[in-house]
């Protein structure tokens, strides 16, 4: 266990209301000894006897009846906090930022919109179009619509249509005076 952390202080806790680092550890899911080497590693930090043990029995000493003091109702607190927050996991709630080239947004995400407004309705969407291939996380997006070539690597990346068949087209004039492009990038510079 880390010194001063919070699962310290919950350890530190766990013993001063069990007695017991044994009861505590098994609340813990860790070893009594992981537990004892916690405690002692926090009352080494700050400077402070908080626990008076003996072969049979553990108590709080004075500086750790002031702790338990202030620090059951912070830790009440802080289980509160968290048991709100996995409560939303069953409801999507929040704002949502996508980054997506504009032929993806009419394409692809337009005819979903309202299904999805429907089924998330706490959900914010902020949708960002942009034909640039901007770094998705660069820009603080969550998510985003990019083209298969424009993928990083360490990216996690959903298949979200089939492939599309890019075509170059332009008049038989345009092709006498300029190379014939293999690929549509070989036309940005023209």
Do not use: C, W
């Not at 108590?59 to 996995?86: I, Y």
């Amino acid at each position: 266990m880390e010194r001063n952390d919070l699962s310290t202080l919950a350890a530190f806790l766990s013993v001063a209301e069990e007695r017991s680092f044994t009861r505590a550890a098994k609340r813990h899911g860790v070893s009594p000894s992981a537990m004892s080497h916690a405690i002692r590693g926090l009352e080494e930090d700050i400077g402070v006897r908080l626990l008076s043990r003996t072969t049979r029995s553990v108590a709080p000493t004075e500086a750790g009846e002031q702790l338990l003091a202030r620090l059951r109702p912070a830790v009440t607190e802080v289980q509160e906090a968290l048991d709100q927050l996995s409560g939303l996991r069953n409801k999507p709630t929040g704002r949502l930022r996508l980054l997506l080239p504009r032929l993806a947004g009419t394409e692809l995400l337009a005819p979903k919109l309202a299904q999805f407004t429907r089924d998330y309705p706490d959900v914010v969407l902020d949708i960002a179009a942009d034909d640039t291939h901007l770094d998705i996380v660069a820009g603080g997006y969550d998510a985003g619509i990019q083209y298969g070539e424009y993928i990083q690597k360490d990216m996690i990346a959903v298949r979200v249509s089939k492939d599309h068949r890019a075509a170059i087209v332009g008049s038989p004039a345009y092709f006498k005076s300029h190379p014939r492009p293999k690929a549509p990038r070989d036309l940005l510079g023209q």
